[in-house]
């Protein structure tokens, strides 16, 4: 059995790969990564084919986590049918997601933080145009949906 997942924001180079490293390392950690896939893409197109942004990059490597080797990409047709489930960061990528799914599409899709109950946000907050502390404070809330996350697929599998 295994499921897949992929984590959407707009540009692809700020929350959602900072989601995919932080989920992959907690899939690692229970020893569930030949049941779990993971990925994540943007609904933007700007930044195709780029490292993730640098302050991005810098923030996740404080806390252990290496971005470097990921590549942005946006979200095609073909991922709703190639994932079990699509998690947005914010209302915005939904909404996209919502207005892209397929006519008979079975996908799950949901808010990322829906995982993350305790908290009092329902979105990331996307951190580019903001200061240094947007990038921990997406950190923050990453690794708490990420936790939930992984405790809810557990019961899945
Ligand atoms: P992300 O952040 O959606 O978390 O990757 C952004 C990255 C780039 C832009 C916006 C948000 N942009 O407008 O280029």
Redesign the pocket.
């Known amino acids: 059995m295994t499921i897949s997942v992929l984590f959407v ?9 900072t989601a995919e490293v932080v989920f992959r390392d907690r899939v690692r950690a229970a020893g569930l990564e030949q049941h779990i896939l993971i990925d994540s893409a ?1 609904t ?1 197109d ?2 195709i084919g780029r490292a993730p ?1 640098p302050r991005t990059q810098d923030a996740a490597a404080e806390r252990g986590y290496d971005m470097s080797s990921l590549r ?1 990409r946006q979200v095609t047709v073909d991922d709703f049918a190639r994932f079990d489930v699509l998690l947005a ?1 914010d209302d915005a990528n939904l909404a996209d997601l919502v207005a892209m799914q397929p006519p008979g599409s079975s996908v799950i899709l949901k808010r990322f933080l829906d995982y993350a109950p305790h908290s009092d946000l329902r979105e ?1 907050p ?4 903001g200061g240094e502390d947007g990038f921990a404070a ?1 950190l923050n809330l990453v690794e708490e949906g990420a936790d939930g996350l992984l405790v809810s697929l557990q019961e899945r599998l």
């Open positions: 924001c707009l540009g692809n180079i700020c929350r959602s790969p943007g933007g700007w930044h942004d942005a960061m990331v996307d951190p580019y145009y997406v």
